[in-house]
């Protein structure tokens, strides 16, 4: 099992910066993926921007330019410096975790922090 831990999210008003941190504890395989996706009311949970433990490092469309994803492998913690922030970018932001197993990254757990709110006002 993994938990997750997050913080960072609040109210901020358009073109202002917020900054997500989750940290990760527990049963960490080696290969491992972090990340942030998001709900907005009514809608379904998207990919924010995902970060594996060697770098890679993979953003949605909308966030591209505006958003940097980070990790500190040493603290097994993700963070997510939202910049030029607009009123869709409101959202519950998740932490994601992914343990993978093998080396396809077709087989992984998965796991999810509680959320945090992030309102972005116009």
């Known amino acids: 099992q993994v938990q997750l831990v997050e913080s960072g999210g609040g109210l901020v008003q358009a073109g202002g910066s917020l900054r997500l941190s989750c940290a990760a504890s527990?049963?960490?395989?080696?290969?491992?993926?972090m990340g942030w996706h998001r709900q907005a009311t009514g809608k379904q949970r998207e990919l924010v921007a995902s970060?594996?433990?060697?770098?890679?490092?993979n953003y949605a469309e909308s966030v591209k330019g505006r958003f940097t994803i980070s990790r500190d492998n040493a603290k097994n913690t993700v963070y997510l410096q939202m910049n030029s922030l607009k009123p869709e970018d409101t959202a519950v932001y998740y932490c994601?975790?992914?343990?993978?197993?093998?080396?396809?990254?077709?087989?992984?757990?998965?796991?999810w922090g509680q959320g945090t709110q992030v309102t972005v006002s116009s």
């Open positions: 994601n975790f992914k343990n993978y197993v093998g080396s396809s990254f077709s087989s992984y757990s998965s796991y």
């Open positions: 970060i594996t433990r060697g770098g890679t490092i």
């Open positions: 527990g049963s960490i395989f080696s290969t491992n993926a």
